[in-house]
């Protein structure tokens, strides 16, 4: 597993009136974790929406290695090494697990190809091994949450885009995950964690970025994102969400 440099310059999303990510730019070097912090509404998720092209872009530009994204529809960007697992899950509920996971290794180039993937998905998730005939819309919230982030890994990404997986989970299936993640991040892929558990994100992250109001407000090492941001006072109150 290889990963690729993910690159963001002067990136930003409008909803009407409504600036939603100011001017964002930063980067995350091949297999680097990279975590995303700050209140809700402050633009986390517009802007993993904007690098994978669910969200329009008002302007700036998303590189990975010397491929330009912007502009390009959600499958091509999956196609050219970038997955998401978003926020909230968004399972196919009538679906079963293996239904999932084969939507998610469609970019692949044949059959044989899925199910070697399907097989890869399973071994970091034995869980959903036992639940593989199962509808996704009877799993857990744990386990929905395995298959949203095996599904994304369906696609053989180079660079993981990761919104809250660790939201409305129980402490003990929270520390799965991030373990997981941590074991990903070993093996070389890049990552980019948008989390509101932040001091589960920045044990495993390299380095950080405080978003506040659309804007990248701090950032550094993970430890330094830690120890110098106040992130009791960014965590008071929200804006209107994204």
Do not use: C
Not at 40 to 46: L, R
Not at 174 to 188: A, K, S
């Amino acid at each position: 597993m290889g990963g690729a440099a993910l690159k963001v310059e002067g990136l930003s999303v409008s909803y009407g009136n409504v600036a939603a990510v100011r001017e964002v730019s930063f980067h995350a070097e091949p297999g680097e974790l990279i975590a995303f912090v700050g209140a809700n509404g402050a633009g986390k998720t517009s802007t993993l929406g904007a690098i994978v092209g669910l969200v329009p872009a008002a302007a700036g530009e998303v590189w990975v290695d010397d491929v330009r994204l912007s502009g390009m529809r959600p499958e091509r960007v999956v196609r050219s090494g970038v997955a998401l697992s978003p926020e909230g899950r968004r399972v196919f509920a009538r679906l079963t697990v293996e239904e999932n996971l084969r939507l998610g290794g469609m970019p692949l180039a044949d059959r044989g190809a899925v199910s070697a993937k399907i097989a890869e998905v399973l071994e970091l998730f034995p869980r959903l091994r036992e639940r593989i005939h199962v509808s996704a819309g009877d799993l857990s919230g744990g386990e929905q949450q395995m298959l949203a982030i095996g599904r994304a890994l369906m696609a053989d990404p180079q660079v993981l885009l990761l919104d809250e997986p660790s939201l409305g989970l129980a402490p003990r299936i929270v520390e799965q995950i991030f373990e997981l993640l941590r074991r990903l991040n070993q093996e070389g892929m890049t990552m980019l964690l948008v989390e509101q558990n932040v001091a589960a994100a920045l044990e495993i992250a390299s380095r950080a970025y405080v978003l506040v109001q659309g804007r990248i407000a701090a950032a550094g090492s993970a430890a330094e994102v830690m120890e110098k941001t106040d992130l009791a006072a960014l965590y008071l109150g929200s804006e209107a969400d994204r």
